[in-house]
Protein backbone atom coordinates (compact mmCIF):
# COMPACT_ATOMS: atom_id res chain seq x y z
CA UNK A 1 0.00 0.00 0.00
CA UNK A 2 2.87 2.29 0.79
CA UNK A 3 6.08 3.13 -0.61
CA UNK A 4 8.19 5.63 1.74
CA UNK A 5 4.91 6.85 4.17
CA UNK A 6 1.42 8.72 3.65
CA UNK A 7 2.69 11.64 4.47
CA UNK A 8 5.56 11.46 2.41
CA UNK A 9 3.76 10.35 -0.75
CA UNK A 10 0.89 13.10 0.12
CA UNK A 11 3.67 16.25 0.01
CA UNK A 12 5.22 14.59 -2.95
CA UNK A 13 1.87 15.10 -4.91
CA UNK A 14 1.07 18.39 -3.66
CA UNK A 15 4.87 20.27 -4.32
CA UNK A 16 6.46 18.51 -6.58
CA UNK A 17 5.25 15.03 -8.45
CA UNK A 18 4.42 11.51 -7.35
CA UNK A 19 3.04 8.34 -8.66
CA UNK A 20 0.53 5.74 -8.55
CA UNK A 21 -0.14 2.37 -10.40
CA UNK A 22 -3.95 2.51 -11.03
CA UNK A 23 -4.05 -0.50 -13.07
CA UNK A 24 -6.79 -1.79 -11.30
CA UNK A 25 -8.96 0.48 -12.87
CA UNK A 26 -11.60 -1.01 -15.53
CA UNK A 27 -11.63 0.44 -18.77
CA UNK A 28 -14.68 -0.70 -21.44
CA UNK A 29 -14.73 1.06 -25.54
CA UNK A 30 -17.77 1.89 -26.84
CA UNK A 31 -17.99 2.02 -30.48
CA UNK A 32 -20.89 2.24 -33.32
CA UNK A 33 -23.21 4.53 -35.28
CA UNK A 34 -25.12 4.59 -31.88
CA UNK A 35 -22.71 5.12 -29.45
CA UNK A 36 -23.75 8.58 -28.29
CA UNK A 37 -27.34 8.09 -28.36
CA UNK A 38 -26.20 5.29 -26.20
CA UNK A 39 -24.04 6.33 -24.13
CA UNK A 40 -26.61 9.61 -23.31
CA UNK A 41 -28.86 6.92 -22.10
CA UNK A 42 -26.54 5.57 -19.97
CA UNK A 43 -24.77 8.22 -18.41
CA UNK A 44 -26.12 11.00 -16.15
CA UNK A 45 -23.99 13.85 -18.03
CA UNK A 46 -24.92 15.20 -21.66
CA UNK A 47 -22.32 13.40 -23.54
CA UNK A 48 -23.29 14.93 -26.61
CA UNK A 49 -20.98 17.83 -25.07
CA UNK A 50 -17.93 15.51 -24.94
CA UNK A 51 -15.49 16.69 -28.11
CA UNK A 52 -13.76 14.81 -30.02
CA UNK A 53 -10.50 14.33 -27.76
CA UNK A 54 -12.78 15.42 -24.63
CA UNK A 55 -13.14 13.66 -21.47
CA UNK A 56 -16.32 14.45 -19.12
CA UNK A 57 -17.07 12.87 -15.60
CA UNK A 58 -20.66 11.23 -14.74
CA UNK A 59 -22.92 9.09 -12.99
CA UNK A 60 -24.19 5.41 -13.74
CA UNK A 61 -27.49 5.38 -12.71
CA UNK A 62 -29.73 2.88 -11.25
CA UNK A 63 -33.22 2.81 -13.18
CA UNK A 64 -33.79 4.34 -9.08
CA UNK A 65 -31.54 7.36 -9.93
CA UNK A 66 -29.01 5.65 -7.65
CA UNK A 67 -25.35 5.81 -8.36
CA UNK A 68 -23.94 2.19 -9.71
CA UNK A 69 -20.31 4.04 -10.73
CA UNK A 70 -19.00 7.23 -11.05
CA UNK A 71 -16.66 7.22 -14.20
CA UNK A 72 -14.77 9.19 -16.65
CA UNK A 73 -15.77 8.78 -20.51
CA UNK A 74 -13.08 10.00 -23.05
CA UNK A 75 -14.21 10.71 -26.67
CA UNK A 76 -11.31 8.56 -28.59
CA UNK A 77 -12.95 9.76 -32.07
CA UNK A 78 -16.32 10.73 -33.70
CA UNK A 79 -18.58 7.07 -32.69
CA UNK A 80 -15.69 5.85 -30.53
CA UNK A 81 -15.70 6.63 -26.22
CA UNK A 82 -13.26 5.03 -23.79
CA UNK A 83 -15.24 4.55 -20.24
CA UNK A 84 -13.40 4.07 -17.16
CA UNK A 85 -14.21 2.22 -14.05
CA UNK A 86 -13.94 1.14 -10.84
CA UNK A 87 -12.57 -1.84 -10.77
CA UNK A 88 -14.87 -3.11 -8.30
CA UNK A 89 -17.33 -2.47 -10.31
CA UNK A 90 -16.17 -3.00 -13.49
CA UNK A 91 -17.73 -6.74 -14.06
CA UNK A 92 -21.25 -5.01 -13.12
CA UNK A 93 -20.85 -2.00 -15.33
CA UNK A 94 -19.94 -4.10 -17.96
CA UNK A 95 -22.92 -6.38 -17.82
CA UNK A 96 -25.13 -3.31 -17.05
CA UNK A 97 -23.61 -1.48 -20.46
CA UNK A 98 -23.90 -4.34 -22.29
CA UNK A 99 -27.86 -4.94 -21.42
CA UNK A 100 -28.63 -1.52 -22.20
CA UNK A 101 -27.01 -1.42 -25.11
CA UNK A 102 -28.97 -3.91 -27.17
CA UNK A 103 -31.18 -1.53 -28.80
CA UNK A 104 -28.35 0.53 -30.05
CA UNK A 105 -26.21 0.39 -33.07
CA UNK A 106 -23.05 -0.06 -30.84
CA UNK A 107 -20.94 -2.39 -29.68
CA UNK A 108 -19.31 -2.74 -25.93
CA UNK A 109 -15.77 -4.14 -25.52
CA UNK A 110 -14.30 -4.89 -21.98
CA UNK A 111 -10.65 -3.71 -22.82
CA UNK A 112 -9.05 -3.54 -19.11
CA UNK A 113 -6.60 -6.06 -19.99
CA UNK A 114 -5.09 -4.05 -22.78
CA UNK A 115 -4.14 -1.22 -20.16
CA UNK A 116 -1.93 -0.37 -17.15
CA UNK A 117 -2.64 2.71 -16.03
CA UNK A 118 -0.40 4.76 -14.31
CA UNK A 119 -1.49 8.57 -12.58
CA UNK A 120 1.64 11.03 -12.81
CA UNK A 121 0.31 13.99 -10.55
CA UNK A 122 1.72 16.85 -8.70
CA UNK A 123 2.64 20.13 -9.77
CA UNK A 124 6.15 19.65 -11.66
CA UNK A 125 4.32 16.12 -13.29
CA UNK A 126 4.14 17.85 -17.09
CA UNK A 127 7.01 19.14 -17.30
CA UNK A 128 8.93 15.97 -15.86
CA UNK A 129 6.93 13.58 -18.05
CA UNK A 130 7.03 16.09 -21.33
CA UNK A 131 11.21 15.49 -20.35
CA UNK A 132 11.64 12.10 -19.25
CA UNK A 133 9.06 10.50 -22.24
CA UNK A 134 9.03 13.34 -24.44
CA UNK A 135 5.31 13.17 -25.59
CA UNK A 136 3.44 16.08 -26.08
CA UNK A 137 0.82 16.50 -23.07
CA UNK A 138 -3.27 17.34 -23.59
CA UNK A 139 -4.37 20.00 -21.31
CA UNK A 140 -6.77 19.54 -18.53
CA UNK A 141 -10.19 17.30 -18.90
CA UNK A 142 -8.53 16.40 -23.00
CA UNK A 143 -6.98 13.39 -23.93
CA UNK A 144 -4.52 12.34 -26.52
CA UNK A 145 -3.20 9.56 -28.15
CA UNK A 146 0.92 9.58 -27.83
CA UNK A 147 3.62 6.61 -28.44
CA UNK A 148 5.18 5.63 -25.36
CA UNK A 149 7.77 3.10 -24.85
CA UNK A 150 7.22 3.15 -28.33
CA UNK A 151 3.83 1.41 -28.02
CA UNK A 152 0.43 3.25 -28.82
CA UNK A 153 -0.76 5.23 -25.23
CA UNK A 154 -3.69 6.97 -24.10
CA UNK A 155 -2.36 10.51 -22.26
CA UNK A 156 -5.61 11.65 -20.08
CA UNK A 157 -5.41 14.81 -18.08
CA UNK A 158 -7.48 14.21 -15.58
CA UNK A 159 -6.57 12.74 -12.02
CA UNK A 160 -7.89 12.11 -8.41
CA UNK A 161 -5.86 14.26 -6.54
CA UNK A 162 -6.53 18.11 -7.12
CA UNK A 163 -3.26 18.51 -8.71
CA UNK A 164 -2.21 19.31 -12.23
CA UNK A 165 -1.06 15.87 -13.77
CA UNK A 166 -2.41 13.51 -16.24
CA UNK A 167 -3.05 9.43 -16.24
CA UNK A 168 -1.46 7.61 -18.25
CA UNK A 169 -3.15 4.45 -20.21
CA UNK A 170 -0.38 2.24 -21.75
CA UNK A 171 0.35 -1.31 -22.69
CA UNK A 172 0.81 -3.17 -19.30
CA UNK A 173 3.89 -5.20 -21.31
CA UNK A 174 5.63 -1.83 -20.92
CA UNK A 175 4.34 -0.12 -17.53
CA UNK A 176 7.33 -1.36 -15.62
CA UNK A 177 9.79 -0.16 -17.80
CA UNK A 178 7.76 3.38 -17.38
CA UNK A 179 7.58 3.74 -13.90
CA UNK A 180 11.59 2.97 -13.93
CA UNK A 181 12.06 5.76 -16.07
CA UNK A 182 10.13 8.11 -14.26
CA UNK A 183 11.46 7.04 -11.26
CA UNK A 184 14.83 7.83 -12.20
CA UNK A 185 13.40 11.11 -13.37
CA UNK A 186 12.78 12.53 -9.86
CA UNK A 187 8.73 11.23 -9.68
CA UNK A 188 7.53 9.70 -6.36
CA UNK A 189 6.15 6.32 -5.93
CA UNK A 190 2.82 6.62 -4.12
CA UNK A 191 0.50 4.42 -2.58
CA UNK A 192 -3.25 4.17 -2.20
CA UNK A 193 -3.05 5.22 0.84
CA UNK A 194 -2.34 8.47 0.03
CA UNK A 195 -4.39 8.72 -3.38
CA UNK A 196 -6.98 8.64 -0.36
CA UNK A 197 -5.99 11.40 1.20
CA UNK A 198 -5.20 13.43 -1.44
CA UNK A 199 -8.58 12.84 -2.85
CA UNK A 200 -10.70 13.25 0.51
CA UNK A 201 -8.72 16.78 0.80
CA UNK A 202 -10.57 17.91 -2.08
CA UNK A 203 -13.94 16.25 -1.47
CA UNK A 204 -13.13 13.96 -4.76
CA UNK A 205 -15.76 10.81 -3.92
CA UNK A 206 -14.86 7.05 -3.72
CA UNK A 207 -17.43 5.51 -5.08
CA UNK A 208 -18.56 1.96 -2.37
CA UNK A 209 -18.31 4.85 0.61
CA UNK A 210 -19.29 8.17 -0.71
CA UNK A 211 -21.27 6.86 -3.26
CA UNK A 212 -23.39 4.28 -3.23
CA UNK A 213 -26.68 2.66 -5.18
CA UNK A 214 -28.54 3.63 -2.54
CA UNK A 215 -28.18 7.39 -2.42
CA UNK A 216 -28.76 9.41 -5.86
CA UNK A 217 -26.08 12.18 -7.40
CA UNK A 218 -28.34 14.78 -5.72
CA UNK A 219 -27.79 14.09 -2.49
CA UNK A 220 -24.12 13.13 -3.17
CA UNK A 221 -24.01 16.85 -4.47
CA UNK A 222 -23.22 15.16 -8.22
CA UNK A 223 -26.21 17.75 -9.56
CA UNK A 224 -23.75 19.46 -11.17
CA UNK A 225 -22.76 15.73 -13.59
CA UNK A 226 -26.70 15.57 -14.37
CA UNK A 227 -28.16 16.49 -17.10
CA UNK A 228 -31.78 15.06 -16.90
CA UNK A 229 -32.97 16.74 -19.73
CA UNK A 230 -31.28 14.08 -21.95
CA UNK A 231 -33.53 10.95 -20.50
CA UNK A 232 -30.58 8.99 -19.21
CA UNK A 233 -31.55 5.45 -16.75
CA UNK A 234 -32.38 7.33 -13.49
CA UNK A 235 -33.30 10.58 -14.87
CA UNK A 236 -36.69 11.03 -13.06
CA UNK A 237 -35.50 10.22 -9.41
CA UNK A 238 -32.35 12.81 -9.54
CA UNK A 239 -35.09 15.17 -11.73
CA UNK A 240 -37.44 14.97 -8.68
CA UNK A 241 -34.81 14.92 -6.14
CA UNK A 242 -33.33 18.39 -7.70
CA UNK A 243 -36.34 19.87 -7.74
CA UNK A 244 -38.06 18.91 -4.32
CA UNK A 245 -34.72 18.57 -2.12
CA UNK A 246 -33.52 15.37 -0.30
CA UNK A 247 -33.78 14.40 3.33
CA UNK A 248 -29.83 14.00 3.39
CA UNK A 249 -26.83 15.67 1.56
CA UNK A 250 -22.84 14.95 1.50
CA UNK A 251 -21.28 17.20 3.43
CA UNK A 252 -17.35 17.42 3.64
CA UNK A 253 -16.16 18.64 7.73
CA UNK A 254 -13.20 19.46 9.50
CA UNK A 255 -12.41 17.89 13.27
CA UNK A 256 -11.32 20.94 15.81
CA UNK A 257 -9.16 19.55 17.95
CA UNK A 258 -8.14 15.85 18.36
CA UNK A 259 -9.69 13.25 16.57
CA UNK A 260 -9.65 11.07 13.15
CA UNK A 261 -12.99 10.58 12.04
CA UNK A 262 -13.70 6.99 10.18
CA UNK A 263 -16.04 5.33 7.96
CA UNK A 264 -19.05 4.78 9.82
CA UNK A 265 -18.71 6.97 12.73
CA UNK A 266 -21.98 8.61 13.59
CA UNK A 267 -22.81 12.55 13.40
CA UNK A 268 -24.51 13.78 16.40
CA UNK A 269 -26.44 17.44 16.78
CA UNK A 270 -27.94 18.10 20.29
CA UNK A 271 -27.52 14.83 21.14
CA UNK A 272 -29.18 12.65 18.77
CA UNK A 273 -27.63 10.90 15.40
CA UNK A 274 -28.15 12.95 12.47
CA UNK A 275 -25.50 11.30 9.64
CA UNK A 276 -22.84 9.20 9.23
CA UNK A 277 -19.33 9.45 7.92
CA UNK A 278 -18.49 7.64 4.47
CA UNK A 279 -14.87 8.82 4.30
CA UNK A 280 -12.76 9.68 7.15
CA UNK A 281 -8.97 10.36 7.40
CA UNK A 282 -5.87 12.81 8.74
CA UNK A 283 -5.41 15.55 6.32
CA UNK A 284 -1.50 15.59 5.82
CA UNK A 285 -1.60 18.91 4.41
CA UNK A 286 -4.41 20.37 7.20
CA UNK A 287 -2.95 18.71 10.05
CA UNK A 288 -6.09 17.54 11.12
CA UNK A 289 -9.24 15.06 11.13
CA UNK A 290 -11.21 15.31 7.89
CA UNK A 291 -13.90 13.72 6.36
CA UNK A 292 -17.49 13.24 4.31
CA UNK A 293 -20.83 12.24 5.99
CA UNK A 294 -24.44 12.17 4.99
CA UNK A 295 -26.54 13.96 7.23
CA UNK A 296 -29.79 15.82 7.53
CA UNK A 297 -29.48 18.65 4.86
CA UNK A 298 -30.83 21.40 6.93
CA UNK A 299 -27.21 20.50 9.31
CA UNK A 300 -25.45 20.21 6.16
CA UNK A 301 -24.46 23.62 5.93
CA UNK A 302 -21.12 25.18 5.85
CA UNK A 303 -20.20 26.93 9.11
CA UNK A 304 -22.70 24.17 10.65
CA UNK A 305 -21.08 23.04 14.11
CA UNK A 306 -21.62 19.30 14.49
CA UNK A 307 -19.90 16.06 16.77
CA UNK A 308 -18.99 13.41 15.36
CA UNK A 309 -18.85 10.13 17.27
CA UNK A 310 -15.06 8.33 17.09
CA UNK A 311 -15.57 5.28 18.88
CA UNK A 312 -17.34 6.84 22.17
CA UNK A 313 -15.67 10.63 22.19
CA UNK A 314 -17.83 12.98 20.94
CA UNK A 315 -15.31 15.01 18.78
CA UNK A 316 -16.59 18.52 17.67
CA UNK A 317 -16.38 19.36 13.86
CA UNK A 318 -17.62 21.89 11.67
CA UNK A 319 -19.08 21.52 8.43
CA UNK A 320 -16.86 22.94 5.14
CA UNK A 321 -17.13 24.08 2.38
CA UNK A 322 -15.62 22.25 -0.84
CA UNK A 323 -12.51 21.69 -1.17
CA UNK A 324 -11.21 21.14 2.28
CA UNK A 325 -7.72 21.90 0.79
CA UNK A 326 -7.00 24.73 -1.62
CA UNK A 327 -4.02 24.25 -4.40
CA UNK A 328 -1.65 26.81 -3.74
CA UNK A 329 -1.31 29.53 -6.74
CA UNK B 1 11.27 10.54 7.93
CA UNK B 2 13.91 7.49 8.63
CA UNK B 3 12.43 4.85 10.39
CA UNK B 4 15.04 2.87 12.77
CA UNK B 5 15.50 -0.78 12.29
CA UNK B 6 13.59 -3.47 14.08
CA UNK B 7 15.12 -3.78 17.47
CA UNK B 8 14.01 -5.19 20.73
CA UNK B 9 16.02 -4.63 23.83
CA UNK B 10 16.96 -7.15 25.88
CA UNK B 11 15.91 -4.80 29.27
CA UNK B 12 12.09 -4.81 28.44
CA UNK B 13 9.10 -7.23 28.84
CA UNK B 14 7.00 -7.67 26.06
CA UNK B 15 3.32 -8.33 25.90
CA UNK B 16 2.25 -10.97 23.05
CA UNK B 17 0.14 -8.05 21.86
CA UNK B 18 3.21 -5.84 20.74
CA UNK B 19 3.09 -3.93 23.59
CA UNK B 20 6.49 -3.77 26.51
CA UNK B 21 6.83 -2.72 29.93
CA UNK B 22 9.97 -1.52 31.36
CA UNK B 23 9.77 -2.04 35.14
CA UNK B 24 11.11 0.38 37.60
CA UNK B 25 11.39 -1.73 40.70
CA UNK B 26 8.16 -4.20 41.89
CA UNK B 27 5.79 -1.22 41.63
CA UNK B 28 6.13 1.76 39.05
CA UNK B 29 6.16 0.52 35.08
CA UNK B 30 6.94 2.52 31.89
CA UNK B 31 4.52 1.06 29.04
CA UNK B 32 5.09 1.70 25.06
CA UNK B 33 4.31 -0.19 21.83
CA UNK B 34 7.04 -2.47 20.15
CA UNK B 35 9.11 -1.97 16.83
CA UNK B 36 7.33 -4.34 15.27
CA UNK B 37 3.59 -2.46 16.67
CA UNK B 38 4.18 1.26 14.93
CA UNK B 39 5.99 -0.41 12.03
CA UNK B 40 2.81 -2.32 11.00
CA UNK B 41 0.79 1.00 11.59
CA UNK B 42 2.75 3.10 9.86
CA UNK B 43 3.32 7.14 10.73
CA UNK B 44 1.33 8.02 13.97
CA UNK B 45 -0.50 11.19 13.96
CA UNK B 46 -2.80 11.03 16.48
CA UNK B 47 -2.02 9.25 20.06
CA UNK B 48 -5.79 9.05 22.03
CA UNK B 49 -3.99 9.07 25.76
CA UNK B 50 -5.94 7.80 29.05
CA UNK B 51 -6.30 10.19 32.09
CA UNK B 52 -4.28 10.04 34.37
CA UNK B 53 -5.46 8.37 37.64
CA UNK B 54 -7.69 5.73 35.21
CA UNK B 55 -7.54 1.80 36.29
CA UNK B 56 -5.97 -0.45 33.52
CA UNK B 57 -6.11 -4.05 33.50
CA UNK B 58 -3.43 -6.75 32.06
CA UNK B 59 -4.78 -7.92 28.10
CA UNK B 60 -7.42 -4.59 27.38
CA UNK B 61 -7.15 -1.56 25.59
CA UNK B 62 -6.23 1.15 27.75
CA UNK B 63 -5.09 3.79 24.76
CA UNK B 64 -5.55 4.54 21.08
CA UNK B 65 -2.93 4.96 18.35
CA UNK B 66 -3.62 6.21 14.98
CA UNK B 67 -2.03 6.44 11.43
CA UNK B 68 -3.11 7.86 8.42
CA UNK B 69 -5.27 5.01 7.73
CA UNK B 70 -5.85 2.84 10.46
CA UNK B 71 -6.65 2.99 14.05
CA UNK B 72 -5.08 0.62 17.06
CA UNK B 73 -5.59 -0.43 20.42
CA UNK B 74 -3.21 0.00 22.85
CA UNK B 75 -2.97 -3.12 25.21
CA UNK B 76 -1.74 -3.21 28.98
CA UNK B 77 0.69 -5.65 29.87
CA UNK B 78 0.52 -5.10 33.22
CA UNK B 79 -2.38 -4.06 35.43
CA UNK B 80 -2.46 -0.40 37.42
CA UNK B 81 -3.21 3.16 37.89
CA UNK B 82 -1.87 5.53 35.26
CA UNK B 83 0.36 8.48 37.31
CA UNK B 84 1.51 9.95 34.42
CA UNK B 85 0.82 10.36 30.59
CA UNK B 86 3.42 11.34 27.55
CA UNK B 87 2.04 14.75 26.54
CA UNK B 88 4.03 15.40 24.50
CA UNK B 89 2.93 13.28 22.09
CA UNK B 90 0.26 14.99 21.75
CA UNK B 91 2.46 17.44 19.56
CA UNK B 92 4.88 15.46 18.17
CA UNK B 93 3.20 11.46 17.52
CA UNK B 94 5.76 10.72 15.16
CA UNK B 95 7.86 10.13 18.23
CA UNK B 96 6.18 6.66 18.93
CA UNK B 97 7.69 5.82 14.88
CA UNK B 98 11.00 7.25 15.78
CA UNK B 99 12.02 6.31 19.61
CA UNK B 100 8.99 4.20 20.31
CA UNK B 101 11.55 2.52 23.78
CA UNK B 102 12.44 5.80 24.67
CA UNK B 103 10.24 9.74 23.73
CA UNK B 104 7.82 7.36 22.13
CA UNK B 105 7.00 5.98 25.64
CA UNK B 106 2.90 5.81 26.02
CA UNK B 107 2.42 6.18 30.07
CA UNK B 108 3.55 5.48 33.33
CA UNK B 109 1.98 3.12 35.69
CA UNK B 110 1.15 2.46 39.23
CA UNK B 111 1.15 -1.25 39.18
CA UNK B 112 -1.36 -2.99 41.51
CA UNK B 113 -0.77 -6.59 40.53
CA UNK B 114 3.27 -6.57 39.87
CA UNK B 115 3.54 -10.84 39.59
CA UNK B 116 1.79 -10.37 35.96
CA UNK B 117 5.59 -10.23 35.12
CA UNK B 118 5.64 -13.57 35.28
CA UNK B 119 3.13 -13.86 32.27
CA UNK B 120 5.03 -11.36 30.09
CA UNK B 121 7.75 -12.45 27.45
CA UNK B 122 11.47 -11.68 27.30
CA UNK B 123 13.03 -10.13 23.84
CA UNK B 124 14.22 -13.37 22.98
CA UNK B 125 10.49 -14.68 23.89
CA UNK B 126 8.95 -11.89 21.97
CA UNK B 127 11.73 -12.06 19.06
CA UNK B 128 10.52 -15.59 18.66
CA UNK B 129 6.90 -14.96 18.32
CA UNK B 130 7.58 -12.46 15.73
CA UNK B 131 9.57 -14.94 13.57
CA UNK B 132 6.58 -17.62 14.25
CA UNK B 133 3.66 -15.27 12.80
Known amino acids: MTYEGIREEHSAVRRHAGMFDVSHMGEVEVEGPGALAFLQRVLSNDVAKIEIGGAQYSCLCSEEGGVLDDLFTYRLGGDRYLIVTNSANHDADLAWLGRWSRSFDVSVRDVADRYAMLAVQGPHARAILIGALGIALPPRMRVATARIGNRPALVCGTGYTGEDGVELLIDPEIASAIWAELLDAGVVPCGLGARDTLRLEVCFHLHGNDLTPERNPIEAGLGWCCAEATGFVGAETVARARREGTAEKLAPFKIEGAGIPREGNPVLAGGEQVGIVTSGTFSPSLELGIGMAYLRTDLAEPGNEVEIDVRGKHRPARIASRPLYQRKG | ?133
Open chain 2, 1 to 133: MTLSDAHYPDDLLYHDQHDWARLDGDEHAVFGITWYAQDSLGEVVFYDAPEVGATISKDSSYAEVESVKAVSDVIAPMSGKIVEVNDSLEDTPEKINEDPYGEGWLVKVRLTQPEERGALLDAGEYRKLLENS
